[in-house]
């Protein structure tokens, strides 16, 4: 990982550790929300990938009312390239959620699950519209993947491994 001062404007402003954070937050805070269970870490390092690429989000971001594997199912664009995607965000999933465990916002369970701890974060949305965007779609994903429930079907489905 470049020091931060080394990174383009583009990326300091994108993969902002706290933005990046918040979007893992907002997904870990639905998944809590949905189950009543902490989201397994693996599951967190795949809400950036899914949040930050603009057709990814879009396409999710108007179908919020599907079920997430229909949606991959229907939409198999969405799976071009999501593997190197997501090993490219690996270290931005880190950042993220060392920012949230810097700020004491991050709670880890025996099994490795993550959630957050009460009251750490606003629950409502705020910021441009794409972040707002970003914010809903992580929302989502919480919710599906908790749903789901099954860390091996959403990795498959997603043609990546654990």
Known sequence: MKPWTDRPFEVRNLF?????GILIARALDEHLETSDRPMPYSLSLLVLPLCLHKNTRYVL???????FLKVIEEQPQLLV???ERARSMFPFCQEGLSALAIKG???????GGLSLVPKTIKKSISGTDETKQC???AKYLGRQFA???????????LGVRP
């Open 61 to 67: 971001a108007s179908s919020n009312r599907s079920h």
């Open 135 to 137: 914010q809903q779609v």
């Open 81 to 83: 390239g999501f593997p």
């Open 16 to 20: 902002n550790p706290a933005f990046c």
């Open 147 to 157: 749903r789901i429930s099954d860390r091996t079907t959403i990795y498959a489905s």
């Open 105 to 111: 916002c991050l709670k880890v369970n025996k099994e």
